[in-house]
């Protein structure tokens, strides 16, 4: 899973397996989430989201589950391809002082062997 | 539909230069904002703006400062940069409100050095 420091998390799995990418959040009045994936060169970009009064919730072979209990969010991708390396982030959305604050976990790289 | 745009994608500075980002949306995005990537940490949000004419400071504004003259521009400027400046800076944008996504959008950054 992510953590803070100067090692990025790796996972390396082989081509047509399952994936689980994990995430901590910090902020319990979090309520909104979202995983980003990150291609190398390129800007983050959004593949799938979640809000708190949910604790599931599936896209296109990618699936989040939410634990508020332990402030745990998950990325599920189901039969991982090549064009899924990448670094992925979660991020946590909460609101203050009227407006949308965001806060970025530090990313885990996933591999895709063939 | 470019989405945002950011300008340049790479340069160099000598410490002490100054420079601007550019960023550029067509989405009509009222929320815009600047980070910055390094590694190990994550992106860091350094200003914001919540519309045309607004900025306001992030995490780690010291040594930035931005200009939202027009809704779908956001500019970042370094006045004199410093080497610990040297980072990878996204620019991204997002609708407001609870009532409408708020999933940001990011360009594809800029790659800087400060010698």
């Known amino acids: 899973g992510e953590s803070v420091g100067l090692h990025l998390p790796t996972l390396s799995v082989q081509e047509g397996d399952n994936s689980i990418i994990n995430c901590a959040y910090s902020?319990?009045?979090?309520?909104?989430f979202i995983w980003y994936k990150q291609e190398s060169g390129k800007g983050p970009q959004f593949i799938i989201d979640i809000r708190s009064n949910m604790d599931k919730r599936q896209g296109q072979r990618v699936t989040v589950l939410l634990n508020k209990t332990v402030k745990h969010l998950s990325l599920q991708i189901a039969a991982t391809q090549p064009g899924d390396s990448a670094v992925y982030f979660c991020a946590e959305n909460f609101y203050s002082g009227g407006y949308q604050k965001v806060t970025f976990g530090t990313g885990t790289k996933l591999q895709v062997i063939p | 539909n470019a989405g945002v745009t950011q300008t340049p994608k790479f340069r160099v500075l000598k410490t002490g230069q100054s420079m601007t980002l550019l960023c550029a949306q067509d989405m009509n995005h009222e929320y815009m904002y600047w980070y910055r990537q390094d590694p190990g940490m994550g992106l860091r949000l350094i200003h914001y703006?919540?519309?045309?004419?607004?900025?306001a400071k992030g995490e780690v504004p010291d040594g930035y400062n931005v200009s939202r003259l027009k809704k779908q521009n956001f500019l970042l400027g370094l006045e004199s940069a410093a080497p610990s400046q040297t980072s990878v800076y996204f620019c991204?944008?997002?609708?407001?409100?609870?009532?409408?996504?708020?999933?940001?959008?990011f360009g594809s950054g800029t790659q800087l050095s400060v010698l």
């Open positions: 902020n319990s009045a979090s309520d909104y």
């Open positions: 703006s919540v519309g045309e004419g607004t900025t």
């Open positions: 991204a944008s997002s609708p407001p409100g609870r009532a409408t996504n708020e999933k940001l959008f």
